[in-house]
């Protein structure tokens, strides 16, 4: 009996120095949670048998469990790198199969799929409003131009200007008193040079002309107003200089599509100008805004990802889309989760059911771009525990040796 208590002893040290030589040789592993081996005390008797003088028969190993404390942060120069700040697990599509991962370390597949170096791929909402979990895919290809359709602009006209009586003239200045420019697109996301210009007519009476740049080059003033009506747009203000009407056909201005058109075949340019917030004081004219709405296409230069896991597309007009949202997932047990290897967990009975949810959201930590978890292996702790299961390992040692010898004794006894 003594032998198999010391032997009991034996193995129980060498699985807490495997256990501890595991979490040594994962200290640089991204995501890796270390493991503590856990021991209980073997302890039989017969039916009947009184505790009062049972002696224990030694030792077994009960579990190795992980510990699911969060790593620290560590920052890299890759915006697809991620780590989770709090709980949950990133989730992966292992061909077909679920797998959850601590590990953050993606990137774009030929597909345009995020997945990890085994190639599985990151899980995560179609849409941010969507609740259908599908594989996070990034859009590479060109985005789509959008027309302008609406004008804003912020002027002040000089109240002192004087009336100008002569008939419009794009090409004399002498025939209107102030103009400003700027850049529409159509539904090609081609790029229209359009002017205003402004002529006052009477005491705070203006007309204001638009004019695009069409398919020939020639700069062009509109031909159809808001409405079909033909004539600039009037702008009237009150004596305290701020605007009290404006031409109802500054709605629905329009520059001749199609094939017949002016815009290389593109569609009918249509488009309102909101002139609210525009003055007649005296000093100079200013433009204090002008902008419009439309944009051309764009190519993809990057990818964003915020702390909830809207993963934002960046393009080179500008814009930015949002492309989906990344899935976590968590469990009331992690600790009953079945290790498979490549920093890759399985779910089980054990675990509990799995919940997913959005980044932040419920008990879920909040995503870290341009980071990974490092392991949470303390390396100071894992050598002082090398320490005592080696002491432990010499002692059971010598619990053998020592019943070894008095075996020795009794046999030598004649």
Known sequence: MPFNIGLSGLNAAQADLQTTGNNVSNSGTT?????????????????GGISQTAIGSGTRLQAVTQQFSQG???FTENGLDLAIN??????????????????????????????????QRLQGYDGVD??????????????????????????????DAGTIEDEFDLEKPETYNFSTSLTMYDSLGIARDASLYFVKTAPNEWNAHV??????????????????SE???TLEFDPSGQLDVVDPAAEGLTVPGGPEGDLDGAEPLVFDIDFDGT???????SVNDLNQDGFASGQLTGIDIDDTGVVFARFTNGQSTALGQLTLANFSNPQGLEQLGDNNWAETF???????????????????????????VDIAQELVNLITAQRNFQANAQTISTADQVTQTIINIR
């Open 279 to 285: 003055t007649q004081f005296g000093g100079d004219f």
């Open 72 to 74: 620290r942060t560590e």
């Open 31 to 47: 995501g890796f949670k270390r493991s503590r081996a856990e021991f209980g005390d073997v302890f039989a008797q017969s039916f």
């Open 86 to 119: 709090g709980e949950g697990f990133f989730v992966l599509d292992d061909q077909g199969s679920k797998v959850y991962s601590r590990a953050g370390e993606f990137q774009v597949d030929r597909d345009g799929f995020l997945v990890n170096s085994q190639g």
């Open 211 to 228: 004019a695009v740049r069409r398919d020939d080059g020639n700069l062009m003033e509109l031909e159809d107003y808001g409405g079909g």
């Open 350 to 376: 054990a675990a509990g059911d799995v919940r997913m949810g959005r980044p932040g959201s419920s008990n879920l930590g909040a995503v870290q771009a341009g980071a990974l978890e490092a392991s949470n």
């Open 130 to 159: 969507s609740n259908r979990v599908d594989d996070l895919r990034l859009q590479t290809d060109t985005a789509a131009p959008q027309a302008t359709t609406n004008l804003e602009a912020l002027i002040n006209l000089r109240s």
């Open 231 to 233: 004539g600039p747009l």
